[in-house]
Structures are given as C-alpha cells and as structure tokens.
C-alpha cells in the first residue's frame, strides 16, 4: 500500500476491476473456502440436526440471512465507514477512538480491543489447518485408500506454504484473483446443477423457515447456530484488508460475484440433501461426486486445495499485518519484519510469527487430525473478535461521526444480538477444542498488555531520574563542555527529556560532539504520516537540534529514511563522521508499585529478547555506541 490512505486508481473502471481481483485472492479467501465444511457440520457435525426437508430449509434460511446481515450490511455498509485513513482492522478502529473519553471507560475499549486483536491469531492458526485439511479430505469421497495419507498430504502442502512466505506473495499474488474466479465460477456451476433438480430449495430465502427451524429445534437448534457461523468466519478479513484495495472494490467483488455465488452453492448442497440425506458426511464433494463420474473429484480437489491455500495466505499476510500494527502502536517487542517487495509496503514477512503459526498448525492438524473436530474449536475467537468490532464501531459512530444515540442504538443492538447470539452457540465448544484459540488470545493479550504496561512504567522510572532537555541545553555553554568534531545522534523516548547516553557520554568523556541531534521516533495512532509532514526540527542553540520524526502504524520507522529527509530539509550529515548513541538497559524487578513481580520478570524477558534498535531502525552498526544502565522497576 502507499503511504496516502486513498485509492485514486480506484475511481477509473479498468483500476476497480484490478483492484476488485486482487480482492477476489486476498480478501475473500477463507469466507470463499466455507462451503468445504458449513453445511456438513449442521448436518454431520457434534450438534447436527438430521437433514430433513425442513431442517435443511431452516438451516439455508439462516445461512441466507446471515450473510446478509453480518456481511453485506454489518461489515460493508456499516462498520467499513469507520476506516482510519483508508486503513481497516480491529487496531485501527481502536486507534479512532478519542482519548478524550472518560479514561477508565478508554481503558476498558483498548483492552477489548487489544483483546479482539489478539484473539485473531488463535484464528490464524486454525483457518489454515482447517481449510487445507478440508480440502484434502475430499480424496476420501473418491476413494478410501486415501483415508491414512490425508494427515500427512495436509502437513506437506502446509510446510510448503509456510516455507515459501520468505519469498513474498507479490508474485504469486498475481495468480490469485484469477484462480478464485475460477472456484467461484465452479461454486456456482455445482450449486445451479443441483437447483434446477430442486428448485423449492429456493423458497428458504424466506425468513420463516429460520424462525420455524428454531422453533421445532429449540435449544439443539440454537446450538446450530455454532455451524452456521462458519460461513461468515472471513467476516473480519473484509474490514482489515480494506487499507488493501479501498471500500469499493471490495464491495464490488461481494456483490458482484462472491455473494451469488457463495448462496447458489449453498442452496445447491442444500438441494442435495433433501435428495440425498446420505449425503451429509461430505456434501461439498458428493455435489459433483453423484453428478459427474468419480475422476471429477480429483480435479475438485485440487482446485479445493488452492483455494485452501490461496485463503490460509490471506489468514497468515494479515497476522504479518496485524503483527506490525501492533509493535509500531507498542503493544509487541520490536521483532525483525521483512519487506518483500520493493514497491509495496504491505508485503512484509515476519520470520518468528511464520514460524509460531506453522507450528500451531501443525500440532493443530497432528492433534485433530479432521476437519470436523477442528469446527469446533473454529468460530469462538471470531465471534468474540465480531463483538468487540460492533462495540468499538458504536463507540465510534458516536463520538467520532457524532450520530444520535436514538438513531444508532437500534441497528448496534441487532447487530449484537447477532453477534452475542453466535457466540452463545460457539461457547459451548470450548471443551472440544474451543478452549484453543481463547488460550492464545488470552496469552497474546497477556503479553501485549504486558508490554504496554512495562513500557508505561520503565518510562515513568526513566522520566524521574531524567534531566528536563532545556536545562541541559541551557547548561551548554561556547567553552563547556570541550566540543569535538562531528555530529552525534541521541535516540531519545521522550523528547523533552535528556537521553540518558548523553548524560552518560558527558559524565565519562566529558566531551561533546560539534552538532548534536537528539531523535525521537514517535508512532502516530494513523495507518501513515506523508513524507513531507515526517520530520519536525527545532534548533535549540549552541548547534543542539531535537528531531522528531512522524510515522504511521503502518510504516516502518528507520534511521536512513530520517537522515535522507534531514538532507533534503538543508541538514545533510557525513555518514563517517556521525556517531549513534543508544541506552541500554537492564530491568531489574522489584516490589515498586507498577505490575505484579511475574509480569515484571516476564517484560524484564520481553526486553532482552526484542530486536535490537541497530537493526529495528536500520542504524549503521558500525557507527553505534552502546551505554548501559539498570533501572529498577
């Protein structure tokens, strides 16, 4: 993405339809992929209801209207309005909310939103493991000899996409639009093949066949609703990909060919069921399995497969993405983030979070080994993530937008009836599996909030010992300090504050560098500053300079880029004669008040093993000292 948050080239017809591709592989991957697995868990799964002609009509009713009223209205009339300069996501519609609110009502919305954002990465880890391993599955249907290799066929295909994240997804990405036309397109085709056999199976556009549904089922019906779910588990892609491709291609791609496509193929299973109850173990195959002869499945599982894969890459990209957001808003220790392309800042790749989610995937698939167990822990960490959105969205519409409680109230309480509604279902599967992705939300959070929190209090003892900047500039005098040749730059937190290596520098050489810039590297709470609003420079006298360098949540701050805007603002510096300098420092824990002893320990850890700032920033190593110090928590 560029560093502007518009899409220019969105608004010509030929750039919305590239975009509205691009969109296709990207956005709609994994809500793409649902029909490998939906319907069969409300017919096959734990909760099941058997697939009569009124509990399939039931269950296409509620499918129907979910996808009408949490995708199409919910998230792209609705919560896409509330975009932080072009960018989407459950972080960036955190960062809209003012800090002006009441401060303990604030803090409660930026845990939930620290909260939301760490539970997608319990998703992260299920989507690709569920998804490939739906996809392989379908050997299965064609022919039981595959029945012991479909574990070890999803752990290959899995350790190949994992591995080849290093490489980037530019140019391969090129290929994804097209390939999930093509599935699309075939979605379609099965379900129109199907309908025309069953053309009743039409009338569940009627909302009545949801209401009759439940009120035959009663509970065990509700608890449906958990498998039902899973067509919109891709909900929160639309919204955080939205900085990606902008509002309108996304909204042109749902409406103008993933919806209809996505409901025919439903209806089509839907239609297969009520000829075919038998069917249910596996409608997504049997579509073409007793429509066409068995050598058609093969084909059908491995275009299932791409598309499998095509939507983990989505999954696994936005955990990069989200990853990033959340160490430039300073809620993740400084990891190492790769570019993998020269032109597109979006294509990153993050060594450690690749590697932790294969990992998970793995033992997820080893420790499951069907896709029907994984349902179950599928959908808990998205239903609370979907929660949190329309809370944040509310909070947002409200004092952001400035609409009217009596105008805006209604629509966010049907929206989490909804919301709370599904996660009602989904909680029930904690004990079979659910438990997982609310275990790593809740150790995600642990460490995000930790690190906050640790940051906040480190400051704060740095800040008590730490000399005002204008008094030390005011102490600086034409002979005194001894000045030597060259420039010396002093990373600093606080930019009204004299950098603790500087007081160290002077106190043990007790000299002073002819220019001295003291750099302060501050994340704004927008997805990016323009070049030309990134640097402030104010001469303090005596050759001193603060520098305080702008940059957005989705940009990556680096030393190079602050010293080419600094030359072309009329301060260029000589590489070989400037000098870094940099505090490091040892934590130690103590009883002080701040954080319990163990979360302590555990950011005093956090630190150690972060990236180092040389090669966070970008600094020259070989122009950079290093002072220590200790500082007692």
């Not at 209401?211 to 035959?216: C, D, P, Y």
């Not at 808003?329 to 993050?350: A, F, K, M, N, W």
């Not at 009596?406 to 438990?435: M, Q, R, T």
């Not at 106190?507 to 323009?530: D, R």
């Amino acid at each position: 993405m560029s560093e502007t948050a518009s899409h220019p080239h969105e608004h010509g017809k030929s750039g919305l339809y590239a975009l509205a591709l691009g969109a296709l592989g990207v956005v709609y991957g994994d809500i793409g992929t649902s029909p490998l697995y939906s319907l069969r868990e409300c017919f096959h799964g734990e909760h099941a209801v058997p697939p009569s002609h009124d509990n399939v009509l039931g269950v296409l009713s509620l499918v129907f209207w979910v996808l009408i009223v949490t995708i199409s209205i919910k998230y792209l009339v609705f919560v896409m309005r509330a975009d932080n300069r072009g960018e989407g996501g459950i972080l960036a519609l955190m960062a809209l909310v003012p800090p002006k609110i009441r401060r303990s009502g604030h803090f409660i919305l930026v845990a939930l939103g620290i909260f939301g954002a760490s539970l997608l990465y319990g998703d992260g880890m299920i989507t690709p493991a569920i998804s490939v391993l739906s996809a392989v599955e379908g050997l299965s249907v064609a022919t039981p000899f595959f029945n012991p290799y479909v574990v070890p066929i999803t752990l290959v295909i899995l350790f190949i996409l994992f591995l080849i994240q290093r490489r980037g997804t530019a140019g391969i990405g090129k290929l994804f639009g097209p390939v999930m036309i093509l599935w699309f397109l075939v979605l379609a085709v099965l379900g129109v093949c199907w309908i025309v056999r069953l053309p009743s199976v039409l009338g569940a556009i009627n909302p009545w066949h949801a209401v009759r549904f439940f009120l035959e089922n009663r509970g065990h019906g509700f608890l449906v609703l958990g498998s039902v779910f899973l067509v919109v588990t891709g909900g929160e892609a639309l919204y955080a990909d939205m900085g990606h491709f902008g509002k309108r291609p996304i909204r042109t791609a749902w409406f103008g060919l993933v919806l209809p496509c996505l409901l025919i193929n439903y209806f089509g299973q839907g239609a297969l069921l009520v000829t075919h109850p038998d069917a249910s173990a596996n409608p997504f195959f049997e579509l073409s399995g007793r429509l066409a002869p068995q050598w058609v499945l093969y084909p059908m599982v491995v275009l299932s497969t791409v598309a499998t894969i095509i939507a983990s890459q989505a999954v696994i990209s936005g955990a990069f993405s989200l990853t990033r957001q959340a160490v430039q808003l300073g809620y993740i220790p400084r990891i190492e983030i790769v570019h993998t392309s020269g032109r597109e800042i979006g294509q990153i790749y993050i060594p450690s979070i690749n590697w932790l989610l294969m990992i998970a995937t793995f033992g997820l698939v080893l420790g499951f080994r069907a896709s029907t167990n994984l349902a179950a822990a599928y959908g808990v960490a998205v239903t609370a993530t979907m929660v949190i959105t329309t809370i944040l969205a509310y909070v947002v519409a409200r004092q952001v937008w400035g609409w009217r409680r009596s105008l805006i109230a209604p629509v966010i309480a049907f929206f989490l009836i909804v919301d709370v509604s599904f996660f009602g279902a989904n909680i029930i599967k904690v004990e079979d599996g659910g438990w997982f992705p609310l275990l790593v939300g809740i150790a995600v959070y642990t460490l995000m909030s930790t690190w906050k929190r640790g940051r906040k209090i480190l400051a704060d003892r740095l800040q008590a010992d730490c000399l005002p900047l204008e008094q030390f500039v005011a102490s600086v005098k034409p002979d005194f300090p001894i000045r030597v040749p060259g420039t010396a730059i002093f990373l600093a937190r606080d930019p009204n504050g004299t950098p603790p290596s500087l007081l160290h520098n002077l106190k043990h050489n007790k000299v002073l560098h002819s220019k001295v810039l003291f750099l302060t590297m501050i994340t704004e709470e927008v997805p990016a500053v323009p070049a030309n609003e990134r640097l402030d420079i104010q001469p303090l006298g005596q050759e001193l300079y603060r520098v305080i360098a702008h940059y957005g949540f989705m940009q990556n701050p680096e030393v190079p880029d602050v010293l080419r805007l600094l030359k072309e603002k009329g301060m260029p510096l000589e590489p070989m004669s400037t000098t870094f300098f940099l505090s490091r420092e040892t934590l130690i824990p103590s009883k002080r008040p701040g954080m319990a002893i163990w979360r302590e320990k555990l950011f005093a850890v956090m630190v150690r093993n972060a990236q180092r700032p040389t090669d966070f920033f970008r600094i020259p190593v070989n122009r950079v000292v290093e002072l220590g110090m200790q500082v007692r928590l």
